[in-house]
């Protein structure tokens, strides 16, 4: 069978992401389309509104065959940790032939060429990115002005440099270059795939015509408008989740983390803080000193950011600080060893498609489906049940923002994957 890999964060899943599957399919003629969808932290440091069981439910009733967790350490982090995990999970697999991505552009020449740019680092490029560093900017901007003057001594006509700088300058465009990268590093045999973005902007906070941004959707939602008002911008399927998933737990907001993240703050010694992975350049003694007096969620992050520190940057070290996610600890992840497949959900194709990778011999990575029976397994190195607990401990301390009800036991040793068993979608 054939295969096409997505990374996504379905938060949550409408229907711009039900058009990105269905372009994918068509435009690589693959038999299974698998998601490395992330879990309940994602890649701006925040909380997903709906868990990872519920939004991994939604894309296999939209049209994705086969879901499988991209564990927290990487969701959490930025573009390169992020496209790091996702690709070395798709590589896993050993049946996937194309990655594909939504984005800003379907230019795959100008996402290449800033992908091996930035794979390189060629000399004359890092000494600019270290003078802009050092003048203050944010790592994203030093890297963006960096790359512009790289390419000026290239010859280039100002389109196609436009076109490159452009692809750096927004989301999805760093994240496909992020993926091309790793792609590049691995020399994987998946290609990539650019499927352009319709509709909205990914920063577009208000619902318009046409195809709209989770964000969007997001903030009417949290103005109160119900998902069943939303049938324009939400599938069918995915209201019916919401409305069963809402039954029982509530949505999640970063700010119910709060307290947690404040008594982290005030109560950790500075050299512990140090230790998290996303501290640097002092950024823990700036979070600490914030979190006396801050009222909530929002009034911490505005007492950390700086000109330096970009509101994500500050954001993922608060959601480190929270998960307890340090140094040593991504260091030990990020190895092939410490990988699995964690399936959250699938249907008659995407078990199709591991029976058949499995029969074959082509899986590289252990399958895990449930994880009391995984940490007792052989095959699943130490690295690899380090990561799996890590990622349970990730999933029970959201499990108690989003529980309207005390748990028995985590719900990651009693959840099994979602199983559709009707008409796969096309």
């Known amino acids: 069978m054939k295969g096409v890999g997505i990374t996504a964060e379905y938060n949550p899943f409408h229907k711009g992401h039900q058009y990105h599957i269905a372009e994918t399919r068509r435009l690589t003629g693959a038999d299974c389309v698998t998601v490395v969808m992330s879990g309940d932290f994602l890649q701006r440091g925040e909380a997903a509104m709906y868990n990872k069981w519920a939004r991994a439910k939604m894309a296999v009733l939209g049209g994705a065959d086969l879901v499988v967790e991209l564990p927290a350490p990487f969701a959490s982090n930025s573009a390169e940790f992020f496209a790091w995990g996702a690709i070395s999970i798709l590589e896993g697999l050993g049946g996937i032939e194309a990655v594909s991505f939504g984005c800003e552009t379907d230019e795959l020449d100008y996402l290449q060429q800033a992908g091996e740019i930035l794979e390189e680092e060629p000399a004359q490029w890092k000494k600019s990115l270290v003078k802009y560093l050092d003048q203050g900017l944010p790592f994203a901007r030093a890297r963006w002005k960096a790359t512009e003057a790289y390419l000026k001594q290239w010859g280039l006509d100002d389109e196609r440099r436009r076109g490159i700088l452009q692809t750096i300058s927004q989301p999805n465009g760093i994240l496909a270059v992020e993926y091309i990268k790793q792609l590049k590093r691995k020399e994987s ?238």
């Open 189 to 426: 045999a998946m290609r990539p795939v650019a499927v352009k973005r319709l509709g909205s902007g990914y920063h577009q906070d208000r619902l318009s015509g046409g195809l709209p941004s989770a964000k969007g959707i997001r903030q009417a939602m949290k103005q109160g408008t119900e998902a069943s008002r939303l049938t324009e911008y939400l599938p069918f399927e995915t209201v019916e989740v919401i409305q069963a998933y809402l039954q029982k737990a509530k949505t999640v907001e970063t700010q119910d983390f709060f307290p947690l993240m404040r008594y982290e703050l005030i109560k950790s010694p500075q050299e512990d803080l140090k230790e998290i992975f996303s501290a640097g350049e002092g950024i823990e003694n700036r979070a600490a000193r914030a979190a006396v007096g801050a009222g909530d969620y929002a009034a911490l992050v505005e007492g950390i950011k700086t000109k330096r520190y970009a509101l994500t940057s500050v954001q993922r070290f608060l959601l480190h600080v929270l998960l307890g996610l340090k140094t040593s600890d991504m260091t030990d992840f990020q190895k092939e060893e410490s990988l699995y497949l964690r399936v959250l959900a699938l249907n008659d194709r995407g078990r199709a498609f591991l029976r058949c990778l499995k029969k074959e011999n082509r899986l590289r990575l252990p399958l895990v489906v449930d994880c009391g029976r995984a940490l007792k397994q052989k095959d699943l190195s130490p690295g690899a049940k380090a990561l799996l607990a890590f990622d349970i401990r990730a999933a029970a301390l959201y499990e108690m923002a989003a529980s309207q009800r005390a748990l028995a036991k985590e719900l990651d040793f009693y959840k099994h994957p979602f199983v559709y068993e009707g008409k796969p979608a096309l």
